[in-house]
């Protein structure tokens, strides 16, 4: 009696290994396609919300006023969370996704960078200069992963360039102590390029994925 090979499995294996890649893709669109319909908001709100208080704030300090006005830099998390909250109900009514693999992985990555920022803020607390540059690699990072995650260049090129641009402030303060500068609009010009790196990292993204969402 001859036995008969059953040749299921191997044929069955590539099929169910293309049915993986299938459905791992189309929930890397699917967030991807969520990142330019919805998130163009968030990305605006807290780009244009850490921008405005940056400027206001290096105003303050290079005009020497009343530094009361410093606690305005608790605006961006009270502003920021205010928006994420009116953002998340306006999504809800007109009906939320379900979240993908994908999309709590991204949500990973920001929950655990926003942790770090909050540490970044306790220790670096007496030293701006690194927190400065803290807040902006650390952000440039989570965008740079977002994009390379959810296959989006733009992100990935943005949060790129921030990380990049996240140099400039060693490089301001090696100026300032090589040439020993005492001009406060030349020593607090970390607030500025800290505002320029978020110009880069959320604004310009968010405008981009606002026009596109209109365009669909």
């Not at 590539?14 to 699917?30: F, G, K, N």
């Not at 709590?104 to 200069?129: E, H, K, M, Q, Y």
């Not at 740079?144 to 296959?151: E, F, L, Y």
């Not at 641009?165 to 090696?174: E, G, I, M, N, T």
């Amino acid at each position: 009696m001859n036995d008969k090979k059953n040749p299921a499995p191997s044929v069955g294996e590539p099929i169910d290994e293309r049915r993986s890649l299938e459905i791992i893709s189309q929930m890397i669109a699917d967030t991807s396609r969520k990142i330019e319909q919805n998130s163009s908001l968030y990305f605006l709100a807290w780009g244009y919300t850490t921008v405005l208080v940056s400027i206001f704030e290096y105003i303050v300090w290079v005009a020497d006023l009343n530094k009361s006005w410093l606690w305005a830099w608790w605006l961006i998390p009270v502003i920021g969370g205010i928006a994420m909250l009116l953002l998340g109900r306006r999504e809800r009514k007109v009906g939320a996704h379900p979240k993908s693999y994908v999309d709590r992985s991204v949500s990973a990555v920001w929950t655990v960078l926003g942790l770090s920022c909050w540490i970044a803020f306790v220790v670096f607390f007496d030293n701006a200069s690194a927190f400065y540059f803290l807040i902006a690699y650390t952000m440039g990072i989570g965008t740079t992963i977002s994009g390379a995650i959810c296959r989006q260049r733009l992100l990935t090129v943005c949060g790129a360039v921030s990380i990049a641009l996240s140099v400039a402030f060693p490089l301001k303060r090696w100026v300032l102590e090589a040439y020993a500068i005492t001009e406060p609009a030349v020593i607090y010009a970390d607030i500025i390029i800290f505002a320029a790196i978020f110009v880069v990292m959320m604004i310009v993204p968010g405008h981009i994925f606002y026009r596109r969402a209109k365009r669909s």
